[in-house]
C-alpha cells in the first residue's frame, strides 16, 4: 500500500509520521495472525475432521493432559500459531513498502541536507568578503587614531610647556592666614624677602602682582589658600626659591612654604610620581623634573634619564633602592589601537 504524503515535512515531523505508520502497518499484520490462530485454537472438538467416534463428548470432562512448554506456546491463543502464507506475503510487503519508503525519504533529506550545506557556503562566502571590508576600514580608522594620539599628545605637551613658561617668575606660597588681607600681602612678604636676602639691591625687588589662588574661601577653621606671587626679575625668584629650601620664612610669625607655581597638568602628574621621588629622597639620591615629562637622576658622573615608559622597578633597583611589596609603578601613558593583520589564522 502506497505512504500517502500531502505535503513536505521536516526531518522531525517524518521521523514520527514513519514510526506510527510502521506501527499501524504491523499490528495490521500481528492482528491478522492472532486472528486465524485464534480461530484454530477454538474450533470445538466434535466438529473436528479427526473427530468421528464422538470422543470429544467424552474427553471435555476429563482432566487436560500436560503440555510441553513448545506445544503450548504453539497453541496458546494469547502467542498464536505460525503464521500463514498469506500473512507472512502481507508483512513481507509491508516491509518492502517501509523500506522503499525509507529510501526515498533518505535521499529526499539527503539533497536537503546537501542544499542547505551549500547554501551555508555561499553565506559564508558573503560574510567573509564583508568581514575584510570590516577589517580594512578598522585598520584605516586605527592608524588615523593613533596619529590623532601622537598629535594630541604632542598639542598637550606644547600647551602644558607654554603654560609652565607662563608661571616661570611665579611663586606659590603656603601657609599665610586669611586674616591678612590681599592688599598687604606684597608689602609682607617684600619686607620678609629682603630680610633674609639684603644681598639682592632694591631696584631688582619688583612684584608685578600677588594675590590669592582664585577658588572660594573655606570654612573658618579650613587651611587658609595659597598665595600666588609674580616677580618681574626671574633671578629674584630663584633667590627667594633657592633660600627657602636651606631656611623657611616666618612673615609675622607665620611659618611658610615656598613652592615653584607650576600647571595643573604637571602638578597631577608629579602627584602620580611622587611614591618614586619619595623613594630617591629617602635614599638620599639628586634628582629633578625635567620636560617632556621625565625625571633627571644625578647618581653618578652622567645623568640618568627616568622616563614613563621604562621599566620602573628595574629602574629603581639599579641605583640599589629596595622596593616595598606593596610598591605600585605610577600608570603608563596612553596606548595605541592594535591593527588586525589579514593571515588566514584570523579569518
Not at 509491508?94 to 551555508?120: C, F
Not at 602644558?160 to 606660597?173: A, F, P, Q, T, V
Not at 597631577?268 to 617632556?292: H, I, M, N
Request: hydrophobic share 35%; proline share 7%; net charge positive.
Amino acid at each position: 500500500m502506497p505512504i500517502p504524503r500531502s505535503r513536505p515535512m521536516r526531518s522531525g515531523c517524518m521521523f514520527v509520521y514513519f514510526r506510527v505508520w510502521t506501527r499501524d502497518r504491523l499490528l495490521q499484520g500481528f492482528r491478522l495472525v492472532r486472528h486465524t490462530t485464534f480461530l484454530g485454537a477454538h474450533t470445538p472438538c466434535h466438529e473436528h475432521p479427526n473427530n468421528t467416534t464422538g470422543q470429544g463428548d467424552r474427553m471435555s470432562n476429563r482432566r487436560p493432559a500436560k503440555k510441553s512448554p513448545k506445544e503450548a506456546l504453539s497453541t496458546d491463543p494469547e502467542w498464536g500459531t505460525p503464521p500463514t502464507e498469506a500473512t507472512s506475503s502481507a508483512i513481507l510487503q509491508s516491509l518492502a513498502e517501509v523500506k522503499g519508503y525509507l529510501a526515498e525519504e533518505i535521499k529526499r533529506t539527503a539533497a536537503e541536507v546537501k542544499a542547505e550545506i551549500a547554501a551555508i557556503g555561499v553565506r559564508t562566502s558573503h560574510v567573509e568578503k564583508k568581514l575584510d571590508v570590516v577589517v580594512e576600514a578598522h585598520n584605516t580608522a586605527a592608524t588615523l587614531t593613533n596619529k590623532l594620539l601622537t598629535h594630541m599628545t604632542e598639542l598637550e605637551l606644547e600647551l602644558e610647556d607654554i603654560s609652565n613658561r607662563s608661571r616661570r617668575n611665579n611663586l606659590r606660597i603656603r601657609g599665610l592666614p586669611e586674616s591678612i588681607e590681599e592688599a598687604d600681602l606684597e608689602k609682607i612678604l617684600i619686607e620678609c624677602f629682603k630680610h633674609s636676602l639684603p644681598a639682592i639691591p632694591d631696584h631688582l625687588w619688583v612684584v608685578d602682582r600677588v594675590h590669592r589662588a582664585l577658588r572660594a574661601r573655606g570654612p573658618k577653621n579650613s587651611p587658609p589658600r595659597d598665595v600666588i606671587m609674580r616677580l618681574h626679575y626671574y633671578k629674584t625668584k630663584e633667590a627667594i626659591l633657592r633660600h627657602s629650601r636651606a631656611q623657611a620664612y616666618e612673615p609675622e610669625g607665620n611659618t611658610i612654604q615656598i613652592y615653584q607655581d607650576i600647571a595643573l597638568a604637571t602638578l597631577l602628574q608629579r602627584k602620580e610620581w611622587k611614591p618614586v621621588t619619595d623613594l630617591l629622597r629617602t635614599s638620599g639620591v639628586r634628582f629633578a623634573w625635567g620636560y617632556p615629562f621625565k625625571i633627571l637622576v644625578f647618581n653618578s658622573p652622567k645623568p640618568t634619564v627616568l622616563l614613563p615608559s621604562m621599566n620602573i622597578p628595574a629602574f629603581l633597583a639599579d641605583l640599589g633602592i629596595d622596593l616595598a611589596s606593596d610598591f605600585q609603578a605610577p600608570p603608563a601613558n596612553m596606548g595605541t589601537l592594535s591593527l588586525i593583520e589579514d593571515t588566514e589564522e584570523t579569518r
